[in-house]
């Protein structure tokens, strides 16, 4: 039989946490409903209110690009249709007949309906004008991310398929900006056919019915909240198409996830909550008959400091108060003990407050000249000439409220000018003397002053008239000019240069900077041994001068701070154990092959690095294709890159058979990660998967964490048959990729049929 103690924590912990249990999820509930009806109501207005810029004649053009597009597909018998996957596209029409349909000026009218219904929904207001498919400002993205038209198809009465017919965002768009083409940032053409199966409310919007979704959809493109708003012919009065508005709910659905996580905490809490109350009542009502046995036993073993309750004023409460009398003189003493450590234990709380409020004022600075430093810091260089690449890691790490950050004094910056007629790169990697605010205060000021002489150089046609020399001259004693004025208590070293895009000529000037690295045909060297010029503002600074040297097509150059020779190789008991061999870098720069990553990832497992860590890596590819090279090789790997760079645009205009058979030109390619890449996707689009799959392999053997080569490889399989192969590939992409949806959505109906 269950104790007073048990029946009594189990009756005030169901009571307790079940009615607040009950009472948050009811809550949550009619919070999420709320959110959906309102997003459904203002969706289903935003249909209506767009269906209205539709003109009859826009009516009729559906009608007609719909007809065209079922005389011009190609086969789409069950078994072609069986093969769509749920929330998959495919597309029947051949690449010259897409192009030609979208080239129609009533498309195109079409196309401008959807992108103003779209736009609309922005915070600034746009005018009357032809507007374009961009990436929009991140701080006025419009609320709606896809308004586009669907069609019913012969081929499927039960509306299973449906054809795209016009698209607001029917170009190609790399909206991740990492220069690939991938499978969600594909257009989304005219005539392609969509698998619906799992959007019934689509389906029935045929019927006549303005209808949302129920919940958040998600498929290959995102989340979304979607309404379906039927378009009628005004002659017959029938349902020739529905117009799709997307909202992405990838933030509402966010702030649902994060309510529910309260919810489920505050029931968490609430259960061991009431589990703790129901002890304490228990341990309440149960004890005062075993206090002052409980009491006797400890002054028994000479704990004098004990005190008895007293719980009533009977015998037994005399009896207490008795007790008490014994012990009241040690008790006394207990007390003076007690209060005077509670008077300490609140001395050290508020000395620990004051610290802590002075480390968050500190934090706050670092936070705020972090804001103001990072965007001095850029790689603008844009030349296809040359290649520039940075890693800065500064020593000094923080966090502010919920940001993390680090500061330091390092600098990199890069950029273009035009002087004298040709086109010359800018790099600089500069270190601040000092540490933290001292080191960020005079990177913010190099920064700042690099910077604004690169825009006064794009600017000024004066400057466009002198000499790379005497550029950097000029930039260096202005850099002087200011810096001195800080009277030595800031001074800064660094290497500037200027490299000629079309000839290779290299002239730069190193202020007392760790010597600059050249990494040539698999061997790396120091291009300067010892640096001839003081730090800036050092107020007696030496001559200006100045470094030449003549780079070859596929030279690297690295410039970097003192922090990648800064290295702690062991040591104990306070010695540290530092980098002595100058030879280090460059053995690290060889065995990385020139590559950054590896190379960042070469020193932290040769030591640890004590200092910031910065590097500029400049490698010039060669002079232009058309412009001549130095000798028949270097014209040859231009004219490789050059196609290269022409396969790549041709693959976002989705022109496969051009762009492969460009790639195929060029035997110096064959063998490139790129080019194995890019021949693979190509003939994967015109259906010749048996092909590509060796040419991806190839590519996934050169670089294994390419998730683009991954997801494909996965999709190839799984279209020819072999499951288990499909699952090894869409595992590694989900493994490091693993907020790509459309890979964990493939991965999940493998392992279903698996479990099936």
Same mark, same amino acid.
């Given at each position: 039989m269950l104790g007073f103690r048990t029946r009594l924590v189990l009756a005030f912990t169901i009571l307790a946490s079940g009615f607040t249990t009950a009472a948050v999820v009811y809550f949550y509930q009619v919070a999420k409903e709320q959110v959906y009806e309102q997003m459904a109501l203002r969706l289903k207005d935003l249909g209506r209110l767009g269906q209205y810029q539709l003109s009859a004649a826009d009516r009729r053009t559906i009608l007609e690009l719909n007809q065209v597009c079922v005389q011009l597909q190609r086969d789409l018998g069950n078994g072609a249709l069986s093969a769509i996957g749920d929330g998959d596209v495919r597309q029947p029409l051949s690449e010259e007949q897409v192009t030609e349909l979208q080239r129609r000026p009533d498309f195109q009218r079409l196309v401008q309906v959807m992108r103003g219904i779209k736009r609309s929904t922005r915070i600034s207001v746009t005018v009357p004008q032809n507007l374009p498919q961009s990436v929009?400002?991140?701080?006025?993205?419009?609320?709606?991310?896809?308004?586009?038209?669907?069609? /019913? &198809?012969?081929?499927?009465?039960?509306?299973?398929? =449906? @054809?795209?017919?016009? %698209? $607001?965002?029917?170009?190609?768009?790399? !909206?991740?900006?990492?220069?690939?083409?991938?499978?969600?940032?594909?257009?989304?053409?005219?005539? /392609? &056919?969509?698998?619906?199966?799992?959007?019934?409310? =689509? @389906?029935?919007?045929? %019927? $006549?019915?303005?209808?949302?979704?129920? !919940?958040?959809?998600?498929?290959?493109?995102?989340?979304?909240?979607?309404?379906?708003?039927?378009?009628?012919?005004?002659?017959?009065?029938?349902?020739?198409?529905?117009?799709?508005?997307?909202?992405?709910?990838?933030?509402?659905?966010?702030?649902?996830?994060?309510?529910?996580?309260?919810?489920?905490?505050i029931c968490v809490a609430s259960l061991v909550l009431s589990v703790g109350v129901a002890f304490i009542a228990a341990a309440y009502f149960g004890r005062p008959i075993r206090a002052l046995t409980e009491a006797a036993d400890r002054v028994r073993n000479r704990d004098f400091q004990v005190r008895a309750p007293v719980f009533s004023r009977d015998e037994l409460g005399r009896l207490t108060e008795t007790f008490n009398t014994m012990v009241a003189d040690i008790g006394a003493y207990s007390n003076h003990m007690e209060e005077m450590v509670a008077r300490r234990t609140q001395e050290l709380q508020e000395a620990l407050n004051q610290v802590q409020a002075l480390k968050l004022k500190q934090d706050a600075d670092y936070f705020l000249t972090t804001l103001l430093t990072n965007p001095l810091l850029k790689n603008n260089n844009s030349s296809p000439a040359v290649q520039t690449a940075f890693l800065i890691e500064q020593k000094k790490r923080f966090r502010y409220k919920a940001s993390e950050a680090h500061l330091g004094g390092d600098v990199c910056i890069t950029g273009n000018l035009r002087l004298q007629g040709q086109n010359w790169t800018l790099f600089l990697n500069g270190d601040a003397m000092g540490k933290s605010m001292q080191g960020a205060g005079g990177a913010l000021v190099l920064g700042t002053i690099v910077n604004s002489m690169l825009r006064r150089s794009e600017d000024g046609e004066t400057s466009r008239l002198i000499g790379p020399e005497e550029w950097l001259r000029d930039a260096c004693n202005e850099l002087q000019k200011v810096f001195v004025t800080f009277d030595g208590s800031?001074?800064?070293?660094?290497?500037?240069?200027?490299?000629?895009?079309?000839?290779?000529?290299?002239?730069?000037?190193?202020?007392?900077?760790?010597?600059?690295?050249?990494?040539?045909?698999?061997?790396?060297?120091?291009?300067?041994?010892?640096?001839?010029?003081?730090?800036?503002?050092?107020?007696?600074?030496?001559?200006?001068?100045?470094?030449?040297?003549?780079?070859?097509?596929?030279?690297?150059?690295?410039?970097?701070?003192?922090?990648?020779?800064?290295?702690?190789?062991?040591?104990?008991?306070?010695?540290?154990?530092?980098?002595?061999?100058?030879?280090?870098?460059?053995?690290?720069?060889?065995?990385?092959?020139?590559?950054?990553?590896?190379?960042?990832?070469?020193?932290a497992r040769t030591g640890e690095i004590i200092d910031d860590l910065s590097i500029v890596r400049v490698e010039y590819l060669g002079p232009k294709a058309g412009s001549g090279g130095a000798n028949g090789e270097d014209s040859s790997a231009e004219s490789a890159n050059q196609s290269l760079r022409q396969a790549t645009h041709l693959i976002r205009e989705r022109k496969y058979s051009v762009a492969l058979q460009l790639l195929e030109q060029h035997s110096s390619m064959e063998q490139g990660f790129l080019p194995l890449y890019y021949r693979g996707y190509c003939l994967s689009r015109l259906g010749r998967s048996r092909e590509a799959l060796p040419l991806l392999e190839q590519a996934y053997q050169q670089d294994r964490l390419q998730t683009a080569v991954l997801r494909l490889l996965g999709k190839l399989y799984l279209s020819m048959g072999d499951a288990r192969a499909a699952t090894r590939f869409l595992s590694e992409a989900v493994k490091l990729e693993p907020e790509h949806e459309n890979s964990a959505r493939l991965l999940r109906k493998l392992q279903q049929v698996d479990e099936a």
């Open positions: 929009l400002d991140p701080a006025d993205r419009p609320q709606i991310r896809f308004v586009y038209l669907l069609t /019913m &198809i012969p081929e499927s009465p039960d509306r299973k398929y =449906l @054809r795209f017919i016009v %698209d $607001g965002d029917y170009e190609a768009l790399d !909206t991740n900006g990492n220069g690939q083409m991938e499978e969600d940032e594909e257009p989304t053409e005219i005539g /392609m &056919i969509y698998n619906v199966e799992g959007q019934p409310e =689509l @389906r029935e919007a045929f %019927d $006549g019915k303005v209808l949302t979704n129920h !919940t958040f959809v998600r498929d290959a493109w995102g989340l979304w909240f979607s309404s379906y708003t039927p378009i009628i012919d005004p002659e017959t009065n029938q349902v020739i198409a529905v117009m799709g508005i997307d909202l992405d709910v990838e933030g509402p659905a966010n702030a649902l996830n994060r309510t529910f996580y309260i919810a489920a905490a800031m001074l800064i070293s660094c290497i500037m240069g200027l490299l000629n895009e079309s000839d290779g000529r290299l002239i730069y000037f190193n202020a007392e900077h760790p010597a600059l690295t050249l990494y040539r045909k698999g061997q790396a060297s120091f291009l300067d041994e010892a640096a001839p010029m003081r730090k800036i503002g050092f107020p007696f600074i030496s001559g200006f001068s100045v470094v030449r040297a003549q780079l070859e097509a596929g030279d690297v150059l690295f410039a970097g701070s003192d922090g990648k020779d800064d290295l702690r190789m062991g040591g104990d008991e306070g010695v540290n154990i530092m980098n002595e061999d100058e030879q280090l870098f460059l053995r690290i720069v060889e065995q990385s092959h020139g590559d950054l990553d590896q190379i960042r990832q070469a020193l």
